[in-house]
T-cell receptor, first 114, second 113 residues
Framework: AQSVTQLGSHVSVSEGALVLLRCNYS??????LFWYVQYPNQGLQLLLK??????LVKGINGFEAEFKKSETSFHLTKPSAHMSDAAEYFC????????????FGSGTRLSIRP | DAGVIQSPRHEVTEMGQEVTLRCKPI?????LFWYRQTMMRGLELLIY????????DSGMPEDRFSAKMPNASFSTLKIQPSEPRDSAVYFC???????????FGDGTRLSIL
């Protein structure tokens, strides 16, 4: 079975500061890992995905995430926050062998202070 | 390419009425998912289909909810009778099989009075 835990339901950073959103996963088989972003009144959009290739994954809008098996983590980072990054972010995991079903975390709301 | 298309975008109806939500997945995608999102419960998977066949409906809250996928390009989620606690945003998503991510529609915001 797979599960994902996002630490912190709300994160607030200043514009230009580092963004760090934490995600830990649990999976009995090699996982696929995803980060999605949701802007107000919209569906979820894929930011990036890890599928057993490079452990450092680069996504859209300057975001990246690093897969660390020893820590069972897949934290999302961005060196310099922009006001347009304010949104809800979801970490998700699926099983390598049945990747159709994705388990989503509870989400982290990112606020950007001017 | 067109994304996942959901209709209606907003629905307001009185309790007891039947509600039908519609979804057109991305062409070529063979998996389709229905989710419900609320402040209290977050994003919940209700049901998903592979090749038009329901695979897992364990997330469907009760018998008032039903979903169909008569062909590869159309799915419906029906609530009958509707109740105020069904108020939520309902998302449809589709994906190709394997390691491909899901593509979400913009959702239907449902309010049951």
């Amino acid at each position: 079975a797979q599960s994902v835990t996002q630490l912190g339901s709300h994160v607030s950073v200043s514009e230009g500061a580092l963004v760090l959103l934490r995600c830990n996963y649990s999976s009995s088989v090699p996982p696929y890992l995803f980060w999605y972003v949701q802007y107000p009144n919209q569906g979820l959009q894929l930011l990036l995905k890890y599928t057993s290739a490079a452990t450092l994954v680069k996504g859209i809008n300057g975001f990246e995430a690093e897969f660390k098996k020893s820590e069972t983590s897949f934290h999302l980072t961005k060196p310099s926050a922009h006001m347009s990054d304010a949104a809800e972010y979801f970490c998700a995991v699926s099983a390598y062998s049945s990747a159709s079903k994705i388990i989503f975390g509870s989400g982290t709301r990112l606020s950007i202070r001017p | 390419d067109a994304g996942v298309i959901q209709s209606p975008r907003h629905e307001v109806t009185e309790m007891g009425q039947e509600v039908t939500l519609r979804c057109k997945p991305i062409s070529g995608h063979n998996s389709l998912f229905w989710y419900r999102q609320t402040m209290m419960r977050g994003l919940e998977l209700l049901i998903y289909f592979n090749n038009n066949v329901p695979i897992d409906d364990s997330g469907m809250p009760e018998d008032r909810f039903s979903a169909k996928m008569p062909n590869a390009s159309f799915s419906t989620l029906k609530i009958q009778p509707s109740e105020p606690r069904d108020s939520a945003v309902y998302f449809c998503a589709s994906s190709q099989a394997g390691d491909q991510p899901q593509h979400f529609g913009d959702g239907t915001r449902l309010s049951i009075l």
